[in-house]
């Protein structure tokens, strides 16, 4: 799984510097930009990094830009495979296509058919390979070993960490007097990421993960002190679920190493920040791309003059899109 040598070395704020350079032409540069209608209702200046606007509607095509174009660099890709039903196998999908390499996704044989449809625009092969995640992941692996396709890890990776990481330099560079930045928080590449580009540029504003109390992995891990299988509960922030891996070697440690704190969201929150969002900004958001707001406005931050919320992704399922809307 691990076959170039360089992904034993964490990765450092000079990685985030070179996934910058070398995803440029693939990724957006998204805005970052006030909302009044939370800066009236939490009295602070929330600025809103607005990664739904990224072209497979979330910030994952950082990281997997920068993993495939930084293995394109260094030898042929023969093709690559996922096992991710959402935004990773998206991300992966989207790359490789057009880097012109086959891309192959694994997934559970209950994927929702929606699902299914966005995967094969991007023009992916999908493969049911059994009832469960852990089946899909299995038969990625195996095409790993037996064809040589490479492997990408949603997470746990120092390039996709690096390429996540390219969220951190971009809200520097577009206000520097950010004192607070708020990051969904699932396996924790995202938050590894922005935490090591921020703490570079600005070690005295805070990197807090906002996570969903169903779906804590890293929480009870940072925690413990060492990885733990966190038992899930359903979640509006689909995008959140999944461990952080019992072999975790980076994530955990970038975490706990640079993160000032991690706060969690109740389902009633998640879902009034959506409506939060949908209600005055106009703007449809995924369960997982709501918890920084639900965080804010549930008082769970502290005092922050100018936090900046990273939305994290729009591709959330019609059937939610449809009851929220009728709630407005
Ligand atoms: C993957 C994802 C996250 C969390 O990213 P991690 O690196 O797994 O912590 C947050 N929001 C959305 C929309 C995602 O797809």
């Not at 957006?28 to 909302?35: D, E, F, K, Y």
């Not at 879902?271 to 209600?279: D, G, I, N, Q, T």
Request: proline content about 5%; glycine content about 10%.
């Amino acid at each position: 799984m691990r076959e170039d040598g360089s992904k034993s070395i964490a990765p450092t704020i000079q990685d985030v510097w070179a996934a910058r350079r070398r995803i440029a032409s693939v990724v957006v540069r998204t805005p970052l930009l006030a909302s009044s209608a939370l800066r009236a209702a939490v009295g602070a200046d929330v600025l809103l990094k607005h990664e739904e606007m990224q072209e497979i509607g979330a910030f994952k095509v950082r990281g997997a830009a920068n993993k495939l174009l930084h293995l394109a660099e260094i030898g042929p890709l023969p093709g690559v495979v996922a096992f991710s039903t959402g935004n990773h196998g998206m991300g992966v999908a989207h790359v490789a296509r057009l880097l012109g390499i086959p891309a192959r996704v694994c997934l559970p044989d209950s994927v929702p058919q929606a699902k299914l449809d966005g995967l094969h625009r991007l023009g992916a092969t999908i493969e049911r390979s059994g009832p469960t995640q852990e089946d899909a992941a299995s038969r990625a692996q195996r095409w790993e070993h037996e064809h040589g396709l490479v492997l990408v890890d949603p997470l746990d990776d120092p390039d996709v960490i690096a390429g996540q990481g390219t969220i951190g330099l971009e809200l520097l560079e577009s206000d520097p007097e950010i004192d607070a930045v708020l990051v969904p928080l699932s396996g924790g590449g995202l938050l590894s990421g922005v935490a090591l580009a921020v703490k570079a540029n600005s070690p005295r504003t805070r990197v807090i993960g906002v996570s969903a109390q169903g779906a804590r992995a890293m929480y009870e891990s940072v925690r413990a002190g060492r990885p733990v299988d966190f038992a899930e509960s359903p979640t509006l922030a689909d995008s959140l679920r999944g461990g952080i891996g019992m072999e975790n070697r980076h994530t955990l440690r970038l975490v706990r190493e640079l993160v000032d704190d991690i706060v969690l969201v109740s389902e009633r929150e998640i879902e009034e920040a959506m409506l939060f969002l949908l209600r005055h900004e106009h703007l449809v958001v995924e369960g997982a791309a709501a918890v920084g707001v639900a965080a804010l406005l549930a008082g769970r931050i502290g005092a922050c003059a100018r936090p900046a919320v990273l939305i994290t992704g729009r591709n959330v399922a019609s059937d939610v899109l449809l009851r929220l809307s009728a709630m407005i």
